[in-house]
């Protein structure tokens, strides 16, 4: 997503882009209100959009899932970590309401490692989870790009098993006849094509 905004901003300089921070419910509102032209969001949340759908999606990226932890945790500093080895652990997880797509992954991560997460708690926010973990509170999986917000008192471990992957994808209506989204979408395809060929 920053590579996408950066791209696009110097192509097209005299565009003002406006950032909303949006409940997965609340973003499907404003597609059918058209007062949003895009969005990035969790495939998972996606699974009812087909061909006949009024919306459209192109998929951006997938990233694994990586275990947060304390870092006194005994698996804190282990070479390899596998899911099952938390399965007696607290979660931590996100909210249903904010984001279903990602609160349905980690349970079918866990389902597929051979538990059910027993969770004490729920939170909104990314840096809520991180924060909680920090403080003993319990365990966390999260997509791998929370290893970029580098917190005082977890651990980010990678995770052995073959797990499904958190994808992200763009979202717009079938029927917006921006140009400016149409232009944003090119971008999109650019930089999509640009990070796969330096892999």
Same mark, same amino acid.
């Given at each position: 997503?920053?590579?996408?905004?950066?791209?696009?901003?110097?192509?097209?300089?005299?565009?003002?882009?406006?950032? #909303?921070?949006?409940?997965?419910?609340?973003?499907?509102?404003?597609? &059918?209100?058209? !007062?949003?032209?895009?969005?990035?969001?969790?495939?998972?949340?996606?699974?009812?959009?087909?061909?006949?759908?009024?919306? /459209?999606? /192109?998929? =951006?990226?997938?990233?694994?899932? +990586?275990? *947060? =932890?304390? !870092?006194?945790?005994?698996?804190?500093?282990?070479?390899? +970590?596998? =899911?099952?080895?938390?399965? #007696?652990?607290?979660?931590?997880?996100?909210?249903?309401? $904010?984001?279903?797509?990602?609160? &349905?992954?980690?349970?079918?991560?866990?389902?597929?490692?051979?538990?059910?997460?027993?969770?004490? #708690?729920?939170?909104?926010?990314?840096?809520?989870?991180?924060?909680?973990?920090?403080?003993?509170?319990?365990?966390?999986?999260?997509?791998?790009? *929370?290893?970029?917000? #580098? $917190?005082?008192? +977890? +651990?980010?471990?990678?995770?052995?098993?073959?797990?499904?992957?958190?994808? !992200?994808?763009?979202?717009? $209506?079938?029927?917006?006849?921006?140009?400016? =989204?149409?232009?944003?979408? &090119?971008? *999109? !395809?650019?930089?999509? $094509?640009?990070?796969?060929?330096?892999?």
């Amino acid at each position: 997503m920053p590579n996408i905004i950066s791209v696009f901003r110097s192509h097209f300089p005299n565009v003002d882009l406006v950032f #909303q921070e949006l409940l997965f419910e609340e973003s499907w509102r404003r597609f &059918k209100d058209k !007062t949003i032209d895009l969005n990035f969001e969790n495939f998972y949340n996606l699974e009812d959009v087909d061909e006949s759908h009024f919306l /459209k999606y /192109k998929m =951006l990226n997938q990233e694994p899932l +990586v275990m *947060v =932890l304390p !870092t006194s945790h005994p698996l804190a500093h282990q070479p390899q +970590v596998q =899911l099952s080895d938390i399965k #007696q652990e607290n979660f931590i997880i996100p909210c249903h309401e $904010r984001a279903p797509g990602l609160h &349905k992954l980690i349970d079918t991560a866990c389902k597929q490692a051979g538990f059910h997460p027993k969770v004490v #708690q729920e939170a909104a926010w990314m840096t809520t989870i991180i924060s909680l973990v920090a403080g003993g509170i319990g365990v966390a999986l999260l997509p791998a790009n *929370v290893m970029n917000l #580098q $917190r005082t008192g +977890v +651990v980010y471990q990678n995770i052995s098993d073959n797990l499904p992957m958190f994808q !992200t994808a763009i979202v717009w $209506r079938k029927d917006n006849p921006s140009k400016i =989204l149409s232009n944003f979408l &090119k971008v *999109v !395809t650019e930089v999509s $094509r640009n990070y796969s060929e330096s892999e």
